[in-house]
């Protein structure tokens, strides 16, 4: 795929951090843009930032809710299919973050819900508008393989998705899957996760992006990557 070419995205989690971040750089691109987010009135505010740059689709909802992700594949539909589907949509858990033994697991099912089977739920539901060719790209962590005290949640959930998605690079092998781990972020989530402390030595959300890129509109190979590790093509 070429530059030049008119591409269609769908990023979910996309009113904040890498999201809006990758969005951004999309919409500068040219990219037509099919947004999710749960907030609505940020969701709006994103849409309403980018829409003066290309055409931004945004859905306001959670992708645990299957209503809501046949809304996403109604508007991927309409859109003539995709080129790139970003999982980034994640939940961190309860916060303070409890140790396992008193982790509330109905609260573990709903990171689970939310970190796991919605990826693959809608990659599903948008498994016949993938254009030949076209990216799935599935948001990770370091917390995936690393066993952090105090990230049990977050870090298992974000491990099963780690393999899910290998699963189903081998199971596609015609279509380029990816699992990316962004780096720590100076985002909402990272400030979440760490209430009280002061995280402005993390880097922005916008270092990550070149490493999106260079995925999206690259020759890499299905794998698990390190986004502040690649470099961007031209």
Avoid: C
């Avoid at 991927?76 to 995709?82: I, M, N, T």
């Avoid at 005290?149 to 990816?178: F, Q």
């Amino acid at each position: 795929m070429s530059d030049s070419d008119t591409r269609t995205a769908l990023i979910t989690g996309a009113s904040r951090g890498l999201g809006l971040a990758l969005a951004r750089e999309l919409a500068r691109r040219g990219w037509i843009l099919i947004l999710d987010a749960r907030g609505a009135a940020a969701l709006e505010a994103s849409r309403a930032e980018l829409a003066p740059r290309t055409r931004v689709v945004a859905i306001p909802g959670s992708v645990t809710d299957p209503a809501h992700r046949a809304k996403l594949a109604a508007a991927a539909h309409e859109a003539g299919g995709l080129d790139a589907l970003i999982n980034n949509a994640s939940e961190l858990g309860p916060i303070p973050r409890p140790n396992l033994l008193d982790f509330p697991l109905d609260a573990l099912e709903t990171v689970y819900r939310t970190n796991v089977i919605a990826p693959l739920a809608l990659i599903q539901a948008l498994q016949r508008d993938l254009k030949p060719g076209a990216r799935i790209v599935n948001v990770t962590s370091d917390a995936g393989v690393e066993p952090y005290a105090g990230w049990g949640g977050y870090g298992s959930s974000k491990a099963a998705l780690e393999h899910l998605t290998a699963i189903l690079a081998a199971e596609l092998p015609n279509t380029r899957v990816y699992w990316v781990d962004p780096g720590d972020m100076r985002t909402q989530m990272q400030q979440d996760a760490f209430p009280g402390e002061d995280i402005s030595d993390r880097p922005p959300a916008e270092d990550s992006v070149p490493g999106f890129l260079a995925l999206l509109t690259g020759d890499y190979a299905s794998g698990r990557y390190a986004a502040r590790k690649l470099v961007a093509t031209p």
